[in-house]
Every structure is written in structure tokens, then in C-alpha cells.
């Protein structure tokens, strides 16, 4: 089921006769949940109180969307962007919790959490959506997790290193990447400062830190390409692309760098060489919105695209031209053929918990 969007229409320089350059994925999309049902998913009181979600809940219009919850509102309002947008797939993260070093979880300074079981309902719902499933390899039933949702059909793992405190070069992850690795499950670290939540550590999102899962050898994004802000005490970037250096089964996502406080970050990325640009993924990091007014030029006064804004974001990246695969490639690496149906996950147990 490919169909090009607008945005890839206006991309002519590029090929379009295989599946990586006519095929459009964003590949870090995030679903939030309130919390009227917490075994779903919820933001804790302090992150429902802190500006940046009200910020998002006024500016973005969900509050208009259908829904009985404010958790139904998000969910109509991303399956709707997503089923009008030009997209193919939407790869749809979950969040897993923080853990107490005993492999327990712990609730209390766990401030986002998004469950498993949620992000395949959703793919249930719309086959536009690929499952992205989170597992905090601190937990003690992780490879349980890992392949119970491999089964239930996920490609994709997430990892939050400095909401979820994992940091990724912990020798005592070995086991968790290598069965990942033979699941053929992709790996996603965020990388780069942290600003939406509350973190364990921002140290954790240093890509030098990527490493012990790289050695692994299969897949691994860098989400946000070590981006940080401007006004971040340190720069992750440059580690990025040594890391790019280093390792070939390494990919970054421009998810969030086409914000306001990033949006320097891709026009330093545009100026890479060509090889590095080729291992770039599409991500927007939906619902935070794209800044328009810093690319103007790129995507005119009224872009057709600004009415969606998963278009509009990938509209605003491509406009960088990272590679004729930019937003297909990832669906090789996922093992997803664009002509074949996305696998069904099964029917999730009614209040299972992750
Ligand atoms: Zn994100």
C-alpha cells in the first residue's frame, strides 16, 4: 500500500521506483495517555500540571477532537493525522516506567507511561500503524517482555534513557540486546538532552553510550541524532556522527529537530557527508509541533501540507534532502514489506500489566 504523499511528490530529484524512496514512514510518533485508565497508560499529576502539557493540550486543538476522555481525544486525534496524512506507516512508541534496581517497578517517579498492550491496540485499529513497543531492560521480567511483544508482532523497541534512567552501556544488557538481536527487533535509544519530563540522568543520552548495543551488531536509531538545544550545557551531536564514524548498523531519526530550539540541528545535519545523510530516518515526534516560521523558505508562506502535521513535518525535513531513502528505508529495517499487510497483533489480555 504505498501512496506518495504530497510532500514526496514535490521531492523530484529524488528516485521513486523502489519501496525505500516511494514509501513514507515516520518512525517516532508518540501516543499520550491521560490516565483514567493508568493500566493503559497516564502522565503523573506533575507532568499533567507542567506548562509544556497544557501548552500542548491548548495550542494543539485536542481538547475540539471527539472523545468522552481527554485519552480518547488523543487517540482519535493521532489515528485521524495519521489516516489523512500522506504517510504509509506510523511507527507508534509506547513508554515504559522506571524501575527500581531490584527489577521492580516504581510507580511513583514514573511521570510518563504509555503500556504496550495500548500501541497494539491502536495498530489493531488503524493499519497504518507499526507497534513501537518500550521495555526498560531494568526490569526483571525485560526478556519476557521482549518476546512477548515480538510475538505480538512489534519490530521496534524503544528505550527512554534519561525518563526510564537506563543507561545503555551497562554490561548487564547484554542479554536484552542479544535476544533482541536474534528477534530481529530494532533498537531506539532517545539521545540528546531531555526536555519534556522529568529525567534520571541527561548523561544517559550521550550516543558514546551506545556501544555495548552496537557491538551487538543489529540495528540501532539514535532518536534525535544526539540533538540537543541550544542552550543545553553540553553538545551530543558531534558524538553522533563519530558514532556514525564507528558503526555502520547505526541510523539517527530527525524526530523533534524541526523545533524551534533544534531547528539549527538540521541545517548542520545538511551539511554532512553523503554517506552519513543515507542512514538519516524520518521522525517528527508527533504531537510536538513543527516549527513552520524557521523554514519558511524551504516550504513557502501556505505549504499544502501545514493542515497535517505529520505532513508538514515531513514536508519541512525533506526539504533537506538527507537520501532517497530518508522516509522509506526503515521499513527494510523493520522486515516490513510496504505491499504486504502489517502482521495483526493478537487480542491483548484485558488488564494486563507491563
Ligand atoms: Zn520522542
Same mark, same amino acid.
Not at 495519521?82 to 521492580?104: F, K, N
Not at 511521570?111 to 513501537?132: E, I, K, T, W
Not at 524503544?158 to 554490561?171: C, E, F, M, N
Not at 508538514?312 to 530518508?326: A, C, E, I, M, N
Given at each position: ?8 511528490? +514535490? ?7 523502489? !519501496?525505500?524512496?516511494?514509501?513514507? @514512514?515516520?518512525? &517516532? /510518533?508518540? *501516543? ?109 521480567? +525485560? ?7 515480538? !510475538?505480538?508482532?512489534?519490530?521496534? @523497541?524503544?528505550? &527512554? /534513557?534519561? *525518563? ?127 516549527? &513552520? ?62
Amino acid at each position: 500500500m504505498s501512496h506518495l504523499g504530497k510532500a514526496e511528490q +514535490a521531492d523530484i530529484a529524488e528516485p521513486a521506483d523502489t !519501496a525505500e524512496s516511494t514509501c513514507s @514512514v515516520d518512525v &517516532h /510518533t508518540h *501516543i499520550f495517555c491521560w490516565g483514567e485508565n493508568p493500566e493503559e497508560g497516564y502522565l503523573s499529576e506533575n507532568t499533567r500540571k507542567a506548562w509544556k502539557t497544557r501548552f500542548v493540550l491548548r495550542f494543539s486543538g485536542i481538547l475540539k477532537e471527539p472523545g468522552e476522555t481527554i485519552s480518547e481525544k488523543m487517540r482519535n486525534r493521532l489515528i485521524r493525522h495519521i489516516q489523512t496524512s500522506g504517510l504509509d506507516y506510523a511507527v507508534v512508541l509506547a513508554q515504559d516506567a522506571v524501575y527500581h534496581e531490584d527489577g521492580s517497578r516504581n510507580d511513583p517517579d514514573t511521570h510518563f507511561y504509555v503500556s504496550n498492550d495500548h500501541v497494539f491496540n491502536l495498530a489493531r485499529d488503524c493499519s497504518q500503524v507499526l507497534p513501537g513497543c518500550s521495555i526498560n531492560p531494568i526490569r526483571s521480567d +525485560a526478556l519476557k517482555e521482549l518476546e512477548r511483544c515480538r !510475538a505480538a508482532g512489534a519490530r521496534l @523497541v524503544k528505550l &527512554h /534513557t534519561a *525518563i526510564q534512567g537506563v543507561d545503555p552501556s551497562r554490561a548487564e544488557f547484554d542479554p536484552f540486546y542479544k535476544l533482541a538481536n536474534e528477534l530481529g527487533v530494532v533498537l531506539m535509544f532517545h539521545t540528546g538532552w531531555e526536555h519534556s519530563c522529568k529525567v534520571v540522568s541527561q548523561q544517559f543520552t550521550d550516543p558514546l553510550k551506545l556501544e555495548r548495543p552496537l557491538d551487538h551488531g543489529g540495528p540501532v536509531i539514535a532518536a534525535h541524532c544526539g540533538s540537543c538545544a541550544w542552550y543545553d550545557k553540553e553538545q551530543y551531536y558531534p558524538r553522533f556522527v563519530e558514532m556514525m564514524n564507528r558503526y555502520e548498523n547505526l541510523f539517527g531519526d530527525t524526530a523533534i529537530m524541526a523545533s524551534m530550539n533544534r531547528g539549527f540541528s538540521l541545517r548542520r545535519m545538511r551539511r554532512e557527508e553523503e554517506w552519513l545523510k543515507r542512514r538519516i530516518l524520518h521522525g517528527s515526534d508527533y504531537p510536538f509541533p513543527t516549527a &513552520h516560521l524557521p523554514f519558511l523558505f524551504r516550504t513557502g508562506l501556505f505549504p499544502s501540507e501545514r493542515k497535517n502535521p505529520l505532513d508538514l513535518d515531513l514536508r519541512v525535513k525533506r526539504s533537506f534532502k538527507f537520501g532517497p531513502g530518508y522516509a522509506g528505508q526503515v521499513l527494510k529495517l523493520l522486515g516490513v514489506e510496504p505491499s504486504s499487510p502489517v502482521p495483526q497483533p493478537p487480542l491483548s489480555t484485558p488488564g494486563a500489566r507491563e
